[in-house]
């Protein structure tokens, strides 16, 4: 009898189962790794093979065994053992669980799927008229910018970006890239002027996600930062009360440790409107480690959008159709580098998210002045309009590994009382009024709804305006 054996990243079901008192703002990308196993395991008589490329912690890996008719005398045999059985292994923190599952494994199940995620994957990466190889491991493809997904929906299709707005009142940018911000470009390739850098989305990248419905979406949950929010716990402060038409923020980068696959830590803005129930809309830029996402534990950069709660519509990145990118010196979802050290230097980015005054597009702006692109008003309910509240602030998951708190890190990864250059921080802090001006905030609220895991501290300076520091360790004597 012979028995093949498949051993992907996650176990997808059915397939195989400062420096001192210096801030600065810089982003690269860094060097991440990718996982693929396979094994080939025969029995009686057969000599077993195993093959294992690239290795990564706290990743999920499942090999799942059918069997294989090869000798025409053993058919009958092989109808009567139509299973197959499939052992999960899981990976939490460096400590393996094994679990045994019995499962009845199709072969044409199997490949429906994997053409399945085939054909998305020949959605959402676009052809490229030329490609670059980052020395991190990311392939970045330069695409024609109206080829880019945002275009292929309805509304959009056949057009092409719109020109840049006026900036908010207020707001004087350079408009300059005086630093290269991600490694993909520091070989001196760069993505020719009327393309976009995308980074190229793998069929592993896809194989961690639950399903293909569900890659690149955050998981449905409530919102509101007074609750328990299905594992969901959050640092923030938070403006409510009026109408908002944007927002801006320099956001300390950590690269904090996150103890899992299932599990993610981020520090973000969110410009929300509509109600905390199934019309819920927010638009969302930040940074996040996300080993799920990307495969490792890198922050990125990245952008999100929801018009419903988080349920079906909206994604991270390019990911979907939505977010309309207009700048070819960046791409969405890559490493940030430097990161902030404790003791150390300190590094930071600004972004500044405001709605257009003329056609209602809602603008994110990352650094000094460069323009990413918007998100067209179409997409949204809610938020056509205004916002009527504005959040800024770390969120992690917390799936309780082995029954206790996680040990996942928020910003820094220690409390806010430690204060510059140990716990993490957001600083000058303004928000967008009706008339386009940029102002500072007046209201500003700071909300820790597990303080003895991750806690906040707000204050304002002449120099920093309002600001506060969050985050920490997660699980501690205070925190089981």
Request: charged residues 15%; hydrophobic residues 30%; glycine residues 8%.
């Amino acid at each position: 009898m012979i028995i093949s054996c498949w051993m992907d990243l996650v176990g997808v079901a059915f397939l195989c189962a400062k420096t001192r008192h210096k801030w600065y703002h810089f982003d690269h990308s860094r060097s991440r790794q990718q996982q693929q196993h396979k094994c080939t395991e025969t029995q009686t008589g057969f000599q077993k093979q195993t093959t294992t490329q690239g290795s990564f912690s706290n990743m999920t890996s499942s090999s799942c065994c059918k069997i294989s008719p090869i000798i025409p005398i053993f058919v009958s045999y092989l109808l009567v053992l139509s299973s197959s059985i499939c052992l999960v292994h899981s990976s939490d923190t460096g400590k393996n669980l094994n679990a045994t599952n019995q499962t009845t494994l199709r072969p044409e199940e199997e490949l429906h799927k994997l053409k399945f995620i085939r054909a998305h994957l020949n959605k959402i990466n676009k052809p490229a008229v030329k490609t670059i190889q980052s020395p991190d491991g990311d392939i970045i493809d330069c695409v024609e910018t109206h080829l880019q997904p945002a275009f292929d929906h309805p509304k959009l299709k056949g057009q092409r970006p719109l020109y840049p707005p006026a900036r908010p009142n207020g707001h004087n940018p350079s408009g300059m890239i005086t630093e290269e911000f991600q490694l993909w470009s520091f070989s001196g390739e760069s993505c020719p002027e009327g393309t976009i850098p995308i980074r190229r989305t793998t069929e592993q990248d896809v194989l961690r996600a639950t399903s293909v419905r569900k890659f690149g979406r955050k998981k449905i949950r409530r919102v509101r930062r007074d609750t328990n929010s299905n594992g969901h716990e959050h640092a923030v402060g938070y403006v409510t009360g009026d109408q908002y038409y944007g927002a801006k923020a320099s956001i300390n980068v950590w690269a904090p440790r996150v103890v899992n696959q299932y599990e993610f830590s981020l520090s973000q803005m969110w410009v929300i409107s509509g109600s905390f129930g199934d019309d819920l809309n927010t638009i969302e830029a930040g940074w996040q480690v996300s080993p799920e996402l990307y495969g490792d534990n890198y922050p990125r950069f990245f952008t999100y959008w929801t018009t419903d709660a988080y349920q079906a519509t909206g994604c991270y990145n390019l990911l979907c159709s939505g977010f309309v990118q207009t700048n070819n010196r960046i791409a969405i979802g890559a490493a940030i580098s430097p990161t902030s050290s404790y003791n150390g230097g300190q590094f930071d980015i600004s972004l500044l998210i405001w709605k257009d005054p003329k056609h209602g597009n809602w603008w994110l702006e990352f650094g000094s002045g460069v323009l990413v692109g918007y998100w067209p008003s179409f997409l949204f309910t809610h938020l056509t309009d205004h916002a009527s509240m504005v959040q800024f602030g770390g969120e992690i998951v917390n799936s309780r590994p082995s029954g206790f708190h996680t040990s996942t890190q928020m910003g820094s990864g220690h409390f806010a009382g430690e204060g510059f250059g140990k716990a993490s921080y957001f600083r000058n802090l303004q928000v967008v009024d009706w008339d386009n001006n940029l102002i500072p905030l007046s209201n500003l609220r700071v909300l820790a709804d597990h303080p003895n895991c991750y806690d906040i501290q707000g204050g304002i300076n002449r120099v920093w305006g309002n600001y506060f520091y969050y985050g920490g360790p997660g699980k501690n004597p205070r925190c089981p």
